[in-house]
């Protein structure tokens, strides 16, 4: 499924490569996203390329075990999908080469240039190595967008610089969890240096950032964004408040039929001394558009929030993290895991998942098994 499009598909097992799972992507965004306005079955894409015996291609687009097209397919697929004039009769076809125009022609052209050099790096077998360290949460492998979305802090907890009238106006100021926002923004633009990745405040989020890949920061307090999306997802983890809690919005869950609470560590009685925060980091398809995923990273706190990003981009841990996930959720396409992440000497330390006592709660159980 598309919401296991990123590279972490290749999670499900060590034998498919990133170039097999990049292949199968590119062949399954050429039927959805060609031509968004016309609806592309595999069956009709099938019989197109196929003529009299119609080819299976949900094999070739699977994101689970992608099957290597013949080397003459991507040919065809080249002549299917660089004409818009193939589906203009009512069963999709591929047309003549010498029918395309000069135009079409390139277009032709560089696209079976683009799938042949897909499929050669598909068919090469991967290193060892490379198998192993193949599941990378924050690469995604389709042409869309993705948009991290904070919490807008309220008036009373902004600086002077944060109001738009004062000639030092830094809009950044206005966000909750900046830091969480400047790693992660900066670590998925690194891992998809070709993509969109836009960040904004809940306030000015629009329809069409909701659509792509979605990644939420912060809890639910000043975001109505998480709030609903959250809700949508229909989550096993609910993050409510706490009358004995004023600095945040405690986790709770339901565990052997009962519900079991989440709270933070204090050094001291008078909790101004946070020692341990929980962190809350989910992936699951976004309800508003299946083919693209939701992540959230939560936490009681902000050095929650924080944990949880690190947890995915702290080059000490982060591939040890996205092996844990691997091996505990497998194929899934919705996982969510509840963290302890310390705190020592005031700075947030990253979370990891290999020790036992990392993990507070994840859901679903057995899921890799």
């Not at 660089?82 to 010498?98: F, G, I, K, Q, W």
């Not at 991290?148 to 944060?162: N, R, Y």
């Not at 900066?186 to 306030?203: C, L, T």
Request: glycine letters at 6%; hydrophobic letters at 40%; a negative charge.
């Amino acid at each position: 499924m598309q919401h296991l499009s990123t590279v972490s598909t290749a999670s499900i097992t060590s034998t498919i490569s990133t170039a097999s799972l990049e292949l199968a992507q590119r062949l399954r965004s050429l039927r959805q996203e060609r031509w968004p306005d016309r609806r592309l079955t595999q069956d009709a894409l099938g019989k197109a390329l196929g003529g009299v015996k119609a080819v299976t291609v949900a094999s070739w687009e699977s994101q689970t075990a992608p099957k290597l097209p013949p080397r003459a397919r991507m040919t065809a697929y080249a002549r299917f999908f660089a004409t818009r004039r193939s589906l203009e009769t009512a069963e999709p076809r591929m047309l003549p080469l010498e029918s395309l125009t000069e135009d079409e022609e390139s277009v032709y052209e560089e696209l079976e240039a683009e799938l042949f050099r897909l499929r050669d790096a598909a068919a090469s077998k991967p290193s060892r190595d490379a198998t192993a360290a193949v599941r990378k949460s924050w690469r995604f492998l389709d042409a869309s967008k993705a948009t991290l979305v904070c919490a807008q802090l309220p008036k009373g907890e902004t600086a002077s610089l944060a109001d738009p009238r004062d000639p030092n106006y830094t809009e950044l100021l206005s966000f909750a969890d900046l830091d969480s926002l400047v790693e992660l923004w900066g670590h998925i633009r690194a891992e998809n240096p070709s993509m969109s990745v836009f960040y904004k405040a809940a306030p000015n989020v629009g329809a069409d950032d909701l659509s792509g890949h979605v990644i939420l920061l912060g809890g639910i307090a000043w975001n109505d964004v998480t709030k609903r999306l959250s809700a949508m997802a229909n989550l096993p983890v609910k993050q409510v408040d706490e009358a004995s809690l004023k600095t945040g919005e405690i986790f709770v869950a339901e565990v052997g039929g009962e519900e079991q609470r989440f709270l933070p560590i204090w050094a001291d009685a008078e909790k101004t001394n946070l020692v341990e925060d929980v962190g809350f980091l989910a992936r699951v398809p976004n309800p508003l558009n299946s083919s693209r995923t939701l992540t959230i990273c939560n936490g009681i706190h902000s050095r929650g929030v924080f944990g949880a990003v690190r947890s995915l981009t702290d080059a000490n841990l982060r591939e040890a993290n996205e092996g844990y996930i691997s091996a505990n959720f497998g194929s899934a396409d919705s996982f969510v895991i509840l963290m302890r992440v310390p705190v020592i000497e005031r700075k947030t330390m990253t979370p990891d998942f290999n020790n036992p006592d990392g993990i507070l709660y994840q859901w679903p159980q057995g899921a890799g098994e």
